[in-house]
């Protein structure tokens, strides 16, 4: 890996297998993209830049695409060659079809659709599997129970959750610690500029009392934080994909209006940096101690490179300029209250 993009060990606190896993804090999501933006080709393009740039960690889920993203993945494994010991590979199960036991975190559908996604992806194991939501009809030792019968049979090295609350996240680590268990050993939560609460205040003790990691998801708050949403609505985004219309009511909502009123300042910001402000933003989530890696997602290997370069941001964010970030936001999460 070249000296410049080496793993900068900013989470030497929490007890995270991403950091050692990964080695690298960003890696290349097929959320929207893959399947359904584009296809194998442009995928193949995006994530051999992604490896060339030192970055060895895929994330995908049974929901994207309808599974079309696991199948272009997977093709593209195929045509790179790379060793699987190379490579770091997650996906996601809860939403696996319209019919009943398709969705969810039964046994069943847990069991099925571990398997499924292996079949799409051609590979005999992923390194982490996460629950793609909490499911409120499923007991939480049955699914727990399943999980480690996946990472029994070999199918996964490692499970995590999804979106879960703390509350849930820690009833799972109590029937695993008595059971004699795998808990979840990685959340992928929501997190940027705009949606800090659950990474930042809700999850706090669970860095400290379990070592949990973190894979967040919309770093740019679905293109908020590129500024091309500045001046309305551009034609070719993916808000304007079918099946994405909640994309675009959110992007058109009073509290999407109000965040972008932060963004100028932002790009201010980031111009004195002399970069990007989505590479602002990237490293913005990179630096919290408590996110262990990035997912992005692109539509060209140019994009690639303009995101893993966020890296290079990372030793810029002092604690004034941090501070200035969260003048600018003006969200920064209370602290926990200490009553002592």
């Known amino acids: 890996m070249p000296a410049s993009h080496q793993r ?18 960003v890696l ?6 893959f399947g359904q933006q584009y296809g194998e080709d442009v995928a193949l393009e995006c994530m051999q830049a ?6 060895n960690f895929f994330d995908n889920a049974e929901a994207y695409a309808d599974g079309q993203a696991e199948v272009v993945m997977g093709n593209v494994f195929k045509r790179t060659g790379w060793k699987r010991s190379e490579i770091v590979v997650s996906t996601k199960v809860f939403w696996g079809g319209a019919g009943v036991n398709q969705k969810g975190l039964s046994r069943k559908h847990v069991v099925e659709g571990t398997q499924a996604a292996l079949a799409r992806l051609q590979l005999e194991y992923v390194d982490l599997v996460f629950c793609h939501r909490p499911d409120i009809y499923t007991p939480v030792e049955e699914t727990v129970r399943a999980m480690n019968h996946v990472i029994d049979r070999g199918w996964a090295l490692y499970w995590g959750t999804s979106e879960w609350s703390a ?4 009833e799972a680590h109590g029937v695993a610690q008595r059971e004699h268990l795998i808990a979840p050993l990685m959340e992928q939560p929501q997190y940027n500029m705009f949606h800090r609460e659950r990474v930042e205040r809700e999850y706090a003790p669970l860095y400290r009392t379990v070592g949990m990691g973190t894979t967040i998801w919309s770093p740019l708050a679905s293109g908020l934080l590129t500024g091309k949403y500045n001046a309305g609505m551009p034609a070719d985004t993916r808000a304007s994909l079918a099946g994405y219309e909640w994309l675009r009511k959110r992007m058109e909502s009073e509290e999407a209006k109000r965040q972008l009123g ?18 602002l933003a990237l490293a913005w989530c990179a630096a919290n101690p408590n996110v262990s890696t ?8 140019s994009q ?14 002092t604690e004034t300029v941090l501070a200035s970030i969260d003048g600018i936001l003006g969200n920064k999460p209370k602290a926990q209250e200490d009553f002592r």
């Open 8 to 25: 900068i060990n900013h989470n030497a606190v929490s007890i995270s297998w991403a950091v050692w896993l990964a080695g690298f804090p």
């Open 28 to 33: 290349i999501g097929a959320w929207v993209t």
């Open 50 to 55: 992604a490896f060339d740039a030192g970055c």
């Open 167 to 170: 509350q849930q996240i820690t």
């Open 262 to 279: 932060a963004v100028p300042a932002l790009q201010t910001l980031a111009a004195q940096l002399n970069c990007t402000l989505a590479q």
């Open 294 to 301: 990035v997912i992005t997602g692109a539509s060209r290997a």
């Open 304 to 317: 690639v490179l303009e995101n893993m370069k966020a890296i290079d941001v990372l030793p810029l964010l």
